[in-house]
Each structure stands twice: as C-alpha cells, then as structure tokens.
C-alpha cells in the first residue's frame, strides 16, 4: 500500500513549520532577554580590574567541550544501532540538541540568571543547557524509532519547561546536590521518556520487528558513542562543581566507577548469554552506568573504594535489566523501551539518587573540614543536620518521579494528536520515511516496506 499524497504533504509541511516556528519564536525572546553576562561583555569585563586569565572561560570551556561531544557525538552514536535507523538517530539527536539549547537556555535563564528584566549567558549557562539536551535524548532513547520529528520538537519543547522546574524545585528550594544529575538528568529524562513510551503503547509493533535489531557495523557505529561517552563522561560529572578539590574529586570518583562498572558488566554478560558469549549491548550500555550512579555523590567524600562498589553494583543491575527486566517492561506494563533507558539512566539514576541519600547522611565537619561549606552549604552554616540533607535528598528524588511521570503522561497526549505525523506500527525504526536514503526509493514506494513478508534476518 503506497503512501497517500496528504500524508506525505503533511510531512512535506509540518517539520519545516515547526522549526521556523520554533526558531522565529526563541530568536524573538533572545532579542528581547538574553544578554552576554559580566564575563562576556566587553564593556563590563574591562570595568573591573581583571586579568584576563581570570576569566571563567579558561576554566569551564575545556570541561563544556566534553559535555558538547557527549551530547552530539556520544548520544547520537550510541543509538545507532538500529539496523535501518542510523540517520534518524544521529540526526535527529542533532536537531534536539540544536533546538534544546536555545530553549533551555530561556528557561534556565528566567530561573536562575534573571536580573532587571534579563538574562544574562556565558560558559555556565551553556554547560546547563547541554544538561538539559541530555535529558532530552535520554527521553528520545526510550522512543527511538517510533515517533517522527515534529512530534520530537514539542516533546522537547516540553520537556525543557519541566526540566528547569524540576531543577529548580530540588537545588533552589530543595537545597538538594546533585551535580552530575541522577536525578535531574538521567532519572527524569529516563521515566519521561517511559512513561511517554508507555502512553504512545504500539500494540502492532511486532510488524517492525524485523528492523528493530542491530547488524555488526551498527553495533560497531554504536559502540564509538559508547567509548566517547565512558572517556567525557568524569567531565560531565564534574563541569558545575566547584572549581578546585570538588571538581577533583568527582572525575576521580567517577573515574573509577565507570571502571568497575566495564568489568561488571563483561562479567555478568558472559555469565548470562548464551554459551557465555558477551552481548554488545550490555557492553554498549551497562558499562557507562557507573557514570550514572556517582552522579549525585561524586562531588561528596564517596572515597574510591565507594566509587568502585557504586560502579560495580550499577553495572550488575544493568546489564541483569536488560537480559531480564526489558522483556517483562513490555510484555507486562506495555512500556516499548526501544534503547533500554530504563537500564542504562532509570534504575542506575535512582540508584545514584539513593547513593546520595547515603553519602549526605554520613557527611561531617571532620571528614569534610572546610570544604564542608563548598558541598553542603547548608550543614556547614548549621541551617540542617546531615540527616536532614539526606532526607531532602530522597525527597528530591520523589519529586523527580513525579515530574517526569506527570510530564510524561502530558507529553504522551500532546505527540497523540491526530495531524502530528506519526510512523504507522509497520515503518518504525525505518530511515526511509524521513530521509533520502541513497538506492532505497523503491523499497518506500513499495509501501510498508514489505512488513507483512516472513522476517528473513533470523
């Protein structure tokens, strides 16, 4: 059955609309709001009396170049493995991450670098929004394949706005620490994008089947995203600490947690596959989850060995999730968790959060010192007991839940919307249908892609 022609006229105008729209009105509120802040005006700068090698450049631009290619190298790469989905998922995550950073840097702004009527930008401001792009893509993970990309543009037009709440809610008012982002990153990004799965349930999706696996180049274009993300990822943990022993500290213990979590997860990879032979996608996965769950703690005195446990147990629950819990997630609670998020960002971010419950708890002026007042503020000036910070801490994970599961389920009914193009049940995770694909116009004009022919690739 070919392709209609108001279908493919609706393509033809809905991503075009979408971005000028989008990009027309973001243009407009940069004009209106956004202003270099004192370390990038050059009029402000020069007032005071500064060296130039005072600037906040020369120390933040080298950790935002990593969290940059974490972004648009390690993400996009990593969820190429689709055997027929590579240009959507690098490109599509080009195009998230490009409209994400405009965006957040708004909201953001009007949370947090608002003054007389503006917003005021520099290194700090673009690290924060790159977070934001992170959770972003970890949601569009969970979807991979299965939505188009107008729809994509308001999930992430969404996304954003409760993203900086969220924020917002647990390190304003909270007071809560979560530097490297468990909870403000990879376990709202990860049960948004879950609960927008489980919204957006394909109950035909069998008939694609055929394409959602991987082939060998795929896995192999998929593992560069993962070594980009395991070799940045201490800079992504450590970009917004305080400069000096915090930021120190937290590559180190993130450092060795991503080690451990690499050997846990070839250990408990070889122990469950067939024949004991490794799996790339626990190796593709679960071996970046000791990223994950140091996020939280890995500015506070974790200690190494703490990082190595933290990151062995992250690896172990990963890779068991996705040999064991991904098929249960859809079988039983209709949760179509295309890149296995829950895995990787769900379950490792929560256990991170509840790692910081731990680490905050147990924190001292005789274990901290003076740098006491760098990581927790608000023990240092005696405004709370250690365990009063744990137990914000947990409550900032509640928090989280409830953003991303609110947020979620909203997001699910706003890409349900009839005139969004949507990929039908039978053409998911298929490049064809959004991309010029050299020597396949054939296929496409043939209709669903053959969908109802016996699968071939067993």
């Known amino acids: 059955m070919a392709e209609t022609p108001r279908r493919a006229a609706g393509r033809r105008l809905q991503l075009p609309l979408l971005c000028l729209l989008l990009q027309g009105a973001t243009a407009i509120l940069f004009a209106v709001f956004v202003r270099y802040n004192r370390e990038t005006d050059a009029a402000l700068w020069h007032w005071g009396n500064h060296s130039n090698a005072?600037?906040?450049?020369?120390?933040?631009?080298?950790?935002?170049?990593?969290?940059?290619?974490?972004?648009?190298?390690?993400?996009?790469?990593l969820m190429a493995f689709l055997q027929r989905y590579g240009f959507s998922s690098v490109g599509f995550t080009f195009l998230l991450a490009a409209f994400a950073l405009q965006w957040s840097t708004l909201v953001q702004g009007f949370f947090y670098s608002f003054h007389g009527g503006h917003i005021y930008v520099g290194m700090e401001s673009m690290i924060n929004a790159d977070f934001c792009a992170g959770a972003v893509l970890i949601s569009f993970g969970a979807i991979?394949?299965?939505t188009g990309p107008a729809q994509l543009l308001l999930m992430a037009l969404l996304e954003v706005v409760l993203f900086g709440l969220n924020e917002f809610v647990l390190l304003s008012l909270l007071?809560?620490?979560?530097?490297?982002?468990?909870?403000?990153?990879?376990?709202?990004?990860?049960y948004f994008g879950l609960v927008l799965s489980w919204v957006l349930y394909k109950p035909q999706l069998e008939k694609s089947k055929h394409h959602q696996g991987s082939v060998y180049h795929s896995d192999l274009f998929a593992m560069i995203g993962t070594?980009?993300?395991?070799?940045?990822?201490?800079?992504?943990?450590?970009?917004?600490?305080?400069?000096?022993?915090?930021?120190?500290?937290?590559?180190?213990?993130t450092y060795y947690s991503l080690?451990?979590?690499?050997?846990?997860?070839?250990?408990?990879?070889?122990?469950?596959?067939?024949?004991?032979?490794?799996?790339?996608?626990?190796?593709?996965?679960a071996a970046l989850a000791g990223g994950v769950v140091v996020g939280t703690s890995a500015e506070m005195m974790l200690t190494p060995?703490?990082?190595?446990?933290?990151?062995?147990?992250?690896?172990?629950?990963?890779?068991?999730?996705?040999?064991?819990?991904?098929?249960?997630?859809?079988?039983?609670?209709?949760?179509?968790?295309?890149?296995?998020?829950?895995?990787?960002?769900?379950?490792?971010?929560?256990?991170?959060?509840?790692?910081?419950?731990?680490?905050?708890?147990?924190?001292?002026?005789?274990?901290?010192?003076?740098?006491?007042?760098s990581v927790f503020p608000l023990i240092a000036e005696g405004q709370r007991s250690a365990m009063s910070q744990a137990i914000h801490?947990?409550?900032?994970?509640?928090?989280?839940?409830?953003?991303?599961?609110?947020?979620?389920?909203?997001?699910?009914?706003?890409?349900?919307l009839p005139f969004l193009d949507s990929p039908p049940d039978s053409q998911c995770y298929e490049d064809q249908i959004y991309w010029e694909v050299p020597g396949e116009?054939?296929?496409?004009?043939?209709?669903?892609?053959?969908?109802?022919?016996?699968d071939t690739q067993a």
């Open 259 to 285: 080690t451990a979590s690499t050997l846990s997860t070839f250990a408990l990879s070889a122990l469950v596959g067939q024949d004991g032979r490794l799996d790339m996608v626990h190796v593709q996965n």
């Open 144 to 146: 991979l394949g299965k």
């Open 441 to 454: 116009h054939e296929d496409l004009a043939q209709g669903p892609l053959r969908a109802e022919e016996p």
């Open 54 to 77: 005072d600037n906040e450049f020369y120390f933040r631009y080298p950790s935002f170049q990593d969290v940059h290619a974490m972004i648009f190298v390690g993400f996009g790469f």
């Open 393 to 416: 801490q947990l409550f900032g994970l509640f928090v989280t839940l409830i953003f991303a599961s609110v947020g979620g389920c909203l997001g699910g009914l706003l890409l349900k």
């Open 227 to 253: 070594i980009f993300l395991w070799i940045f990822w201490p800079s992504f943990n450590s970009a917004p600490t305080t400069l000096g022993n915090g930021q120190h500290r937290t590559v180190l213990n």
């Open 305 to 373: 060995f703490g990082a190595l446990a933290a990151g062995f147990l992250a690896g172990t629950v990963s890779t068991l999730g996705y040999k064991f819990f991904t098929p249960i997630l859809e079988s039983k609670i209709k949760v179509q968790d295309t890149c296995g998020v829950h895995n990787l960002h769900g379950m490792p971010g929560v256990l991170g959060a509840l790692l910081g419950v731990l680490v905050a708890g147990l924190a001292t002026h005789e274990a901290y010192g003076d740098g006491l007042e």
């Open 175 to 190: 007071g809560v620490k979560d530097a490297g982002g468990s909870m403000t990153i990879h376990t709202f990004g990860a």
